[in-house]
């Protein structure tokens, strides 16, 4: 069965860090890129950020740049998101989505596998 | 960055009456390769989304086929033929053509 699996959620205090995960199964991870996504609570959806097949290259929204750092090990089947200097806006659902984009094709931002989410709550 | 706007927000429909939801782009969709990176998404009550189409008009496998999508360029719209009762959720569109990839505020269907 195709699958994503976030962790890694839970309530930190301004100014904090957390690393979250997403274990991928059922397919072949190192050939798709992947995203972040997140949905603060009540609110529409926000893509946070993506990596490369091979993790050369990483995009994200001008919000996050500096603090968050996004990385993959495509041996573990397993994404990463590292986020440092939490703000109270950063509380979110945060998804990872595999992005229709292999190696052989194309097609930007259509999100075909979610995972579940995983909490993310910044509070003092 | 892209601004997608959707329109209504807010859809009560009558069960088995049509709907049909905006999503209109500040910019051309179009990419430097010809296609056109609008997806459209579902998010029932509760779930994580899910995707209904991609690049406007590709309806993906396990979709019922009350659902479509067309449009072109800047102005784009997702139809159901025959609303039911399981469709009730938010409906996003989103754009992949240009970073970072945004999506529309998303549309709140409920049934009357």
């Known amino acids: 069965e195709v699958q994503l699996v976030e962790s890694g959620g839970g309530l930190v205090q301004p100014g904090g860090s957390l690393r979250l995960s997403c274990a991928a199964s059922?397919?072949?991870?190192?050939?798709?890129?992947m995203s972040w996504v997140r949905q603060a609570p009540g609110k529409g959806l926000e893509w946070v950020a993506n990596?490369?097949?091979?993790?050369?290259?990483?995009y994200s929204v001008d919000s996050v740049k500096g603090r968050f750092t996004f990385s993959r090990d495509n041996a573990e089947n397993s994404l990463y998101l590292q986020m440092n200097s939490l703000r109270v806006e950063d509380t979110a659902v945060y998804y990872c989505?595999?992005?229709?984009?292999?190696?052989?094709?194309?097609?930007?931002?259509?999100?075909?596998?979610w995972g579940q989410g995983t909490m993310v709550t910044v509070s003092s | 960055d892209v601004v997608l706007t959707q329109s209504p927000l807010s859809l009560p429909v009558t069960l088995g009456q049509p709907a049909s939801i905006s999503c209109r782009s500040s910019?051309?969709?179009?990419?430097?390769?010809?296609?056109?990176?609008l997806n459209w998404f579902q998010q029932r009550p509760g779930q994580s989304p899910r995707r209904l189409i991609y690049?406007?008009?590709n309806r993906d496998s396990g979709v019922p086929d009350r659902f479509s999508g067309s449009g072109s360029d800047t102005d784009f719209t997702l139809k159901i033929s025959r609303v039911e009762a399981e469709d009730v959720g938010v409906y996003f569109c989103?754009?992949?053509?240009?970073?970072?990839?945004?999506f529309g505020q998303g549309t709140k269907l409920e049934i009357k």
């Open positions: 059922g397919f072949t991870f190192s050939s798709y890129w």
């Open positions: 989103m754009q992949g053509t240009q970073w970072p990839y945004t």
């Open positions: 990596i490369k097949q091979d993790g050369s290259e990483t």
């Open positions: 989505a595999r992005d229709d984009c292999s190696s052989t094709n194309c097609h930007w931002g259509a999100f075909d596998i």
């Open positions: 690049e406007v008009s």
């Open positions: 910019q051309s969709l179009v990419y430097s390769d010809g296609n056109t990176y």
